[in-house]
């Protein structure tokens, strides 16, 4: 019974499958790295002299914003909101780029490895069958053609509501 009621409660907070909310996971690493790098940046800009053409506030305040965006996605993943699916991808990608740039050009292949794995996990997990099946709304044993006649994740969704108004 106990079993049954913590399944329950998790699913209540995140429907979504474990895979989704491990990538929001996975996603979050980067994304907070990017956060403390943004006020890292932003701190010894301030110690140092203004020097022209550069403007430590735009620099510092753009990988903070990007980060804030990126962290915001990983939480919807978190939380099972099927619109951070998306840039649940993207994020993977620019951190699979990232990870390419620091092992190939740039010659840092102890950064360059682990980041760029964090991508490529990230990515797996939001393309794995039971996210995809999450992402398009089926039901167990339904059919891509099944749950677009019933509205897919729209229709599971509207299914949910009804029943939890009776």
């Known amino acids: 019974m106990f079993a ?5 409660a998790a699913v209540k907070l995140s429907p979504a499958p ?13 994304s907070l790295a990017l956060l403390v790098f943004g ?16 403007n430590v506030f735009v620099e510092s305040g753009t990988f903070i914003v990007v980060a804030l965006a990126f962290l915001a996605a990983s939480a919807g ?13 993207v994020i993977a990608l620019i951190v699979i780029g990232l990870g390419w740039y620091l092992l190939g050009p740039s010659g840092e292949p102890l ?7 964090l991508g490529i996990v990230a990515l797996a997990l939001l393309f794995r069958r039971p ?11 339904e059919t ?7 509205g897919g994740l ?8 009804g029943h939890e108004e009776d």
């Open 4 to 8: 049954e009621d913590r399944k329950a």
């Open 144 to 150: 891509e053609t099944e749950a677009a006649e019933r």
């Open 111 to 117: 950064w360059g490895v682990p980041i760029a794995l």
């Open 18 to 30: 474990r895979e989704v909310r491990l990538a929001g996971v996975v996603t979050a690493v980067p």
């Open 131 to 141: 996210s995809r099946a999450w992402a398009l709304g089926l039901r167990e044993g």
């Open 154 to 161: 729209a229709g599971r969704r509207a299914e949910r509501e």
């Open 39 to 54: 006020v890292v940046v932003l701190v010894n800009g301030l110690g140092s002299p203004a020097q022209p053409g550069n």
């Open 77 to 89: 993943l978190v939380l099972g909101q099927t619109w951070a699916r998306s840039p649940g991808v």
